[in-house]
């Protein structure tokens, strides 16, 4: 009898991520991504995530024991189903210590797509007739907590032309087998697939009414003709021109974004959620409970990351002396109160959950909504902060690590580079190389970037919300109650029977 289930270790996930896939970068297959400089310590930091799970100083806030398959297992909070606010906050706190363990820098990282695999046990129904598949990839991914990631967005390719006139490219169909399905076509954009186990693939956000097209699953990355085009490599790039002391964060978060294509690759049917129904691949992003759970992961996310470059800032503003000034302060305490904002969305996500299916919940939408939104704004905004009022000093730096090692300028360096309250020229050069790769390298604006688009278009973050509360009812209800308002009143004075008339003896 095989012993109780666990998560994979840092070592054994760097193992089961060497295989057959296909990862082209610079014109090159790469041979094994756990070495490749492209890939080799953003994979680290990933096998980090999963040693945190067996290390006793992390591992109660982490796990909890499975809740499909055999006793004794234990997996990370967020794969499991949560069934009231206590659990929701439970998995906030776990998201959250993941989070800190990259400095809210890695936003793929395996609990993101738990987001997805914690619903399937709960709304298996939904995808009939394959629920028997979601169940099954509930719990085994549950028991070993597996990385997926997913490519859900079509290429901007044709967009004058209806979904269905974009077969070349488009992830469609080809054909029907007794083993599978036959796929074809690419997605925008894979970020961090490289290091993960599994993609999953749907169509969202367009109008789908060839059923070849109304395809959901998921697909292994060694899978024969899936193929990843990555973008440059800013952990590459770091490693060839600096040093950690020069890129602390491009040469190890970089998860790399990737063209997604499909060549023909057949996908098992026991790997297939939805198939040729293009009505459910259209509710898909209603009714599975992914949007809401994947925003939960990702304003905790944010928040810790905001904590992080808050605390960056701060240590900046002391280095050059200009903590002391009001504007400054007052800038300090916007960014400060940027933090608060998404921790108090996060909370209330958590603490005022939605009754869904049987006795599951899902973070509350309302406030969910409200982070897509406020994120697009804020974290802008945070970096502009930083620029305007750290300004020069995060230029005012020695082009490499290796000067301060060059004895004729050394002692120039430690002369004219260093900081206000007795920091030392090296200290303030690393922190302040720590901040300008946080906002201005590529790897900073890549991260910009990604925060603006993360939850959907700016349009649609805003469209979509008053959507669904027109849905649910509640501008109806605001309405009414500005109706109760008027109605207490009219040309003729008060109609309020509590309120006193102008001719009233009593006035």
Request: aromatic share 12%; proline share 5%.
């Amino acid at each position: 009898m095989p012993g109780p289930t666990r998560p994979l270790t840092g070592a054994e996930y760097l193992e089961s991520i060497r295989d057959d896939r296909e990862i082209y970068f610079h014109g090159k297959r790469v041979d094994d991504v756990t070495r490749h400089p492209a890939f080799r310590n953003p994979a680290r930091m990933i096998a980090r995530l999963y040693d945190a799970l067996h290390d006793p100083q992390h591992r109660d806030v982490l796990t909890t024991a499975t809740d499909a398959g055999g006793p004794g297992g234990y997996t990370h909070r967020f794969f499991t189903t949560p069934h009231s606010a206590e659990d929701l906050v439970a998995d906030q706190r776990a998201i959250a210590a993941w989070s800190r363990l990259t400095y809210g820098w890695m936003g793929r990282s395996p609990d993101y797509k738990a987001s997805l695999l914690g619903t399937l046990g709960a709304n298996a129904e939904f995808y009939n007739p394959f629920a028997a598949n979601a169940r099954r990839w509930y719990r085994e991914s549950q028991e070993k907590v597996l990385y997926w990631n997913h490519a859900i967005v079509n290429p901007p390719v044709d967009r004058h032309r209806p979904p269905d006139q974009v077969g070349d490219v488009f992830v469609h169909v080809e054909r029907e087998t007794d083993s599978g399905v036959v796929v074809s076509g690419a997605k925008v954009v894979a970020t961090g697939s490289a290091l993960t186990h599994y993609n999953f693939v749907a169509h969202t956000g367009l109008p789908i009414k060839d059923r070849k097209f109304a395809i959901v699953a998921t697909v292994p990355m060694d899978a024969a003709g899936l193929k990843l085009l990555c973008r440059q490599s800013y952990s590459a790039a770091a490693e060839a021109t600096g040093s950690p002391f020069d890129y602390p964060l491009s040469s190890r978060m970089d998860e790399n974004d990737a063209i997604l294509v499909l060549d023909k690759v057949l996908i098992p049917w026991e790997n297939v959620f939805i198939y040729g129904d293009a009505a459910k691949v259209g509710m898909f992003s209603g009714h599975s409970g992914f949007f809401e759970r994947a925003m939960f992961h990702g304003c905790t996310r944010l928040a810790v990351k905001l904590e992080f470059l808050a605390g960056l800032l701060a240590k900046a503003l002391d280095i050059t002396g200009a903590g002391d000034f009001h504007g400054v302060q007052a800038r300090l305490g916007e960014v400060l109160a940027w933090r608060n904002l998404f921790w108090g969305l996060s909370d209330a996500a958590a603490r005022n959950p939605v009754a869904w299916r049987g006795d599951a919940v899902l973070p509350n939408p309302d406030y969910i909504m409200a982070y897509r939104w406020f994120s697009q704004v804020g974290y802008a905004r945070v970096k502009e902060i930083v620029l305007q009022d750290v300004a020069s000093g995060l230029i005012y730096l020695p082009s490499s690590a290796e000067d301060f090692h060059n004895a004729d300028i050394r002692p120039h360096l430690d002369t004219y580079l260093r900081g206000s309250h007795g920091v030392d020229a090296v200290e303030r050069v690393k922190v302040m190389k720590l901040l300008w790769d946080a906002v201005g390298t590529e790897f900073g604006g890549r991260h910009e970037l990604y925060e603006l688009n993360y939850s959907g278009n700016h349009e649609n973050t805003r469209i979509e919300l008053l959507r669904g509360q027109i849905g649910d009812g509640k501008l109806d209800g605001y309405r009414d109650f500005v109706d109760r308002c008027l109605a207490e009143y009219d040309l003729d004075g008060w109609r309020a029977p509590d309120l006193a008339r102008v001719q009233d003896p009593a006035f």
